[in-house]
T-cell receptor, first 113, second 112 residues
Framework: DTAVSQTPKYLVTQMGNDKSIKCEQN?????MYWYKQDSKKFLKIMFS???????INETVPNRFSPKSPDKAHLNLHINSLELGDSAVYFC????????????FGSGTRLTVV | DQQVKQNSPSLSVQEGRISILNCDYT??????FLWYKKYPAEGPTFLIS?????DKNEDGRFTVFLNKSAKHLSLHIVPSQPGDSAVYFC???????????FGAGTRLTVKP
């Protein structure tokens, strides 16, 4: 009964590959997000989706693309992976107004070799 | 640009004493502030929040103080317990959207 679940938990892949990270929430939240925690431990917003509409798109490379088949899912696709993409990626969700904060998934540690 | 800053990467306190974690922000449009707690290999979990219309919010052992003029907030944990050992992230949102900005985190260690 995990509230926000993301898979896989660990992902090791070679440079140049294309990979996807899946995220699902069963909280009925309106908005879902992808955050990247970089080597300096900063959590940086990448994307958010509200009712299947992209409402935030930070300056991330266009190799990264969010895909939301429905309100409960926001998957992250990454093309042509680079060494610098290695990080922990967190999915999160919230009600539109975010009164009680975000609920995060447990993270996906991506290692590009 | 880091709009939310936690200048202390780590803090160590003795069990039973008070832990004070600090956070500064630069964006005057922020009107909602939160603290998250993160254990290794887990996602951050919401701990406590405060809106800009208040200067204090208390929940059990956790109290958050907001000083809008100084653009500063702090989280007080008293008494501190070994189970409180984790990384604490300060976050803020507001303005034209609900985009939430996070600080870099402070690793709290509570020694028995």
């Amino acid at each position: 009964d995990t509230a926000v679940s993301q898979t896989p938990k660990y992902l090791v892949t070679q440079m140049g590959n294309d990979k996807s990270i899946k995220c699902e929430q069963n909280l009925g939240h309106d908005t879902m997000y992808w955050y990247k925690q970089d080597s300096k431990k900063f959590l940086k917003i990448m994307f958010s989706y509200n009712n299947k509409e992209l409402i935030i798109n930070e300056t991330v490379p266009n190799r990264f693309s969010p895909k939301s088949p429905d309100k409960a899912h926001l998957n992250l696709h990454i093309n042509s992976l680079e060494l610098g993409d290695s990080a922990v990626y967190f999915c999160a969700s919230s009600r539109l107004e975010g009164v009680s904060g975000y609920t995060f998934g447990s993270g996906t540690r991506l290692t590009v070799v | 640009d880091q709009q939310v800053k936690q200048n202390s990467p780590s803090l160590s306190v003795q069990e039973g004493r008070i832990s004070i974690l600090n956070c500064d922000y630069t964006n005057s449009m922020f009107d909602y502030f939160l603290w998250y707690k993160k254990y290794p290999a887990e996602g951050p979990t919401f701990l406590i929040s405060i809106s800009s219309i208040k200067d204090k919010n208390e929940d059990g052992r956790f109290t958050v103080f907001l000083n809008k003029s100084a653009k500063h907030l702090s989280l007080h944990i008293v008494p501190s317990q070994p189970g409180d050992s984790a990384v604490y992230f300060c976050a803020a949102s507001g303005g034209s959207n609900n985009d939430m900005r996070f600080g870099a985190g402070t690793r709290l260690t509570v020694k028995p």
